[in-house]
Nanobody
Framework: QTQLVESGGGLVQPGGSLRLSCAAS????????VGWFRQAPGKEQEGVSC????????FYAEFVKDRFTMGRDSANNSAYLQMNGLTPEDTGLYIC??????????????????WGEGTLVTVSS
């Protein structure tokens, strides 16, 4: 079965850190682009970041630059999103997606690539 499963969400205080994981099964993630989206309560989904399979194919939204970093864990067929300096505005459901490249992921369309169900991040004191 082809699927992505996110983990690592939870409750964290402002200024804290979390590391989200996006684990793939049924296919190899290493040669695909992986993207993260988030959806805050009452708001539309927005793109957070993307890491492609070749150099220079990557994207970070302006609101997470210098705070969030993506990477791969090829041994575990997964990718991660390291989030530092979290603020209450970062609260939301974080969803990962995999597709051929970041351009394909950027559309945000559920009809493109493989999508997970999300992991909830709550930033609150």
């Amino acid at each position: 079965q082809t699927q992505l499963v996110e983990s690592g969400g939870g409750l964290v205080q402002p200024g804290g850190s979390l590391r989200l994981s996006c684990a793939a099964s049924g296919f190899t993630l290493e040669y695909l682009a992986v993207g993260w989206f988030r959806q805050a309560p009452g708001k539309e989904q927005e793109g957070v970041s993307c890491l492609g399979s070749y150099r220079n194919d990557q994207f970070y939204a302006e609101f997470v630059k210098d705070r969030f970093t993506m990477g791969r864990d090829s041994a575990n067929n997964s990718a991660y999103l390291q989030m530092n300096g979290l603020t209450p505005e970062d609260t939301g459901l974080y969803i990962c997606s995999a597709a051929s490249d970041c351009g394909a992921i950027a559309s945000g369309s559920r009809r493109i690539g493989v999508w997970g169900e999300g992991t909830l991040v709550t930033v609150s004191s």
